[in-house]
């Protein structure tokens, strides 16, 4: 193992963030144990964890996406599942984890189902030998609707995954051969029509606006065809060119127009009051659901609540330790086979952090913050106490009936909100 900074000295976790970084190796599942232990996470009694597994694969990479993925082969396959199934049982046996309540496990990617239903059942399986997962947790898996067959998801629903999330982006032909990966409309609607008769009750649908050359007509049938459907949950996300994808390197070369804002914010609205017209409630500044149907897996990072990720380039966070793994299949793979766990990045959050996190998380939840969060920064930080105020003055936050929430245009500027906060 080769080390940037020292491990030998435990950070004390109310004192400054210190950042620890690997260049390769990972973290003994010892030091790992004692670092979780010096943030407190194994103090309070009533603990509970939400699990995210990051499959990386995916069959091509779709324009917009900027997220490690990796090619689905299937030796890289099997050495993946090796690894992860030896990760699960080194979080549940030597750093002690196994006696957590999961009340969330979320499998995510990549494409989760790129993978056999026989894999996903057998990583299914895995986590229930080896963690406490709730009877009622939510289990959560995101597929693509090309591999969506009768087989894959009877196998899911009989192994007991009870929500599915499934990128859909668009219902527009013309718009979902731009965004490249994508399945035609007919086959993603067969999906859904396939998924609610075989038993997935809750359903989660993305969907995105502010694409090149989509219009508010089209943007329009979309949502229709997505009420069509009523899937118990929606996610609408404003497309971003991010560093890294294909977008970005066309917006580079100046061979893709920017979405345009005033139309993006034109579409938010349409979306907002489409949905919400149809019963749905925006319980947070991209999410919709059906009473009842929130997502308690996303709802976690929101409230700050503790989460651990598994898989290549997962993050995790377990009291005021934060930390994530090598995003890089083989450098994951192998530090597991030499017995370490594959963390690249790990930081102490200071007690002042923690603070301003819980407040910034929550602010994305429509409901907002509650007074007992926000008054100990009111009280200890000046500073912050000012940027408050004059985000308050800008009309983008709110005080009212004791907590703090931001206003609709101050969810159009929560990026915005967040980095004065933090
Ligand atoms: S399916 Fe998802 S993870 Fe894979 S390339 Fe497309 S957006 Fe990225």
């Known amino acids: 193992m080769r080390e940037s900074s020292p491990m ?112 996903l059942n057998g990583l299914l399986q895995a986590i229930r030998t080896a963690f406490m997962v709730r009877p009622w947790a939510e289990l959560c898996v995101e597929g693509h609707p090309a591999s969506l067959t009768l087989e894959m998801i009877s196998a899911l629903v009989k192994a007991g995954w009870n929500r599915l999330s499934l990128g859909v982006q668009s219902f527009d032909v013309r718009e979902l051969r731009m965004l490249g990966g994508r399945p035609s409309t007919r086959v993603t ?84 009051s489409a949905l919400q017209h149809a019963g749905y409630e925006q319980y947070e500044i991209s999410n919709f659901s059906q009473p009842g149907y929130a997502c308690r897996h996303n709802q976690r990072y929101w409230r700050d609540e503790p989460y651990l990720g598994l898989g290549p380039s997962a993050q995790s966070c377990l009291g005021s330790l934060r930390f994530g793994n090598v995003g890089n299949l083989s450098a994951y793979c192998s530090i597991l086979r030499n017995e370490r766990l594959p963390i690249d990045e790990l930081d102490f959050r200071s007690s002042e952090q923690v603070a301003r996190e819980t407040v910034v998380f929550g602010l994305r939840l429509l409901q907002g913050v509650p007074d007992k969060k926000v008054s100990p920064l009111l009280q200890a930080q000046t500073e912050w106490k000012r940027a408050l105020q004059s985000l308050k003055d800008e009309g983008l936050l709110v005080h009212e009936r004791g907590r703090l929430r931001l206003t609709a245009l101050g969810r159009r500027y929560a990026d915005t909100v967040a980095v004065a906060l933090l």
Not at 70 to 87: D, G, M, N, S, Y
Request: aromatic share 10%; glycine share 8%; hydrophobic share 35%.
């Open 8 to 119: 030998s000295n435990s950070p004390s976790p109310n004192g400054p963030t210190l950042l620890l970084r690997y260049t390769d190796g990972g973290v003994t599942p010892t030091q790992l144990r004692e670092y979780i232990s010096d943030a407190g996470f194994f103090q309070p009694l009533r603990q509970t964890l939400g699990l995210y597994v990051h499959i990386p694969f995916c069959r091509t990479r779709c324009r917009f996406c900027s997220f490690y993925i990796e090619p689905h082969r299937v030796q890289q396959v099997r050495a993946f599942l090796q690894a992860a199934i030896q990760e699960i049982e080194y979080y549940a046996h030597h750093i002690g984890l196994r006696d957590v309540p999961v009340e969330t496990v979320y499998v995510g990617g990549g494409t989760p189902t790129t993978l056999h239903p026989q894999e």
């Open 189 to 272: 609607q067969q999906a859904l029509r396939l998924a609610k008769a075989v038993g997935f009750h809750n359903i989660n649908v993305d969907l995105m606006y502010g694409l090149p050359g989509q219009t508010l007509e089209t943007w329009r049938a979309s949502l229709e065809d997505l009420l069509a459907f009523a899937p118990t949950h929606c996610s609408c996300y404003a497309l971003t060119v991010e560093e890294g994808s294909i977008f970005f390197e066309e917006s580079t070369r100046g061979r893709m127009v920017e979405p345009d804002p005033a139309l993006q914010n034109a579409m938010e609205a349409m979306a907002s």
